[in-house]
């Protein structure tokens, strides 16, 4: 608990010294766990919706204790595999250490609208994930070409060592 802020919440909001999400967007959080980096990400934008996906229920519990205790209004929950979700078109996905990119881009493409609800400088359109260790194999192998943040370059704690921050946008 002594590095819960670092470790998950700053960790989380990384995404959001890069990345706007503007009111009415819609993002989903694929395999969010206990709700990151979806639930401070929420917090930080109220106005924009964050879909939370986990195909673990006891999860989501957690998730929807989490949203409630901080009257969270822009939470939904689903529990599904992201490759199950046929009904729903994001502006974004976002994840954290979830899986190999090249799986997480096969689960986000479909879900990802062809083009943003709006448009900006700072406003995705596609996957933004949080990974770490050595990516240029997990890189390769996705055939994606990600933009790519050192997470330290952002916040100078050694925790964030060997951390990224990658956008992969979704090509119209």
Not at 121 to 140: A, H, M, Q, R, Y
Request: charged share 20%.
């Amino acid at each position: 608990m002594e590095n819960f802020y670092v470790h998950h919440v700053l960790h989380s909001l990384t995404i959001a010294t890069r990345f706007d999400f503007l009111p009415g967007q819609q993002i989903m959080d694929l395999g969010c766990g206990g709700g990151f980096p979806g639930v401070p990400l929420a917090v930080f934008f109220p106005e924009t919706n964050f879909h939370m996906v986990d195909s673990i229920n006891k999860k989501l519990t957690v998730v929807k204790e989490v949203a409630a205790a901080l009257e969270l209004k822009n939470i939904t929950v689903q529990h599904s595999r992201a490759e199950d979700i046929k009904n729903r078109h994001f502006d974004s996905v976002v994840s954290r250490a979830v899986a190999p990119l090249k799986d997480l881009w096969r689960w986000s493409k479909p879900l990802v609208r062809k083009q943003g609800s709006t448009t900006g400088k700072n406003v995705p359109n596609g996957l933004i994930c949080l990974k770490g260790g050595d990516l240029s194999k997990e890189i390769f192998e996705s055939g994606c070409k990600p933009f790519v943040w050192e997470v330290q370059s952002i916040f100078n704690e050694a925790y964030f060592q060997d951390k990224y921050l990658l956008y992969q946008p979704k090509v119209k």
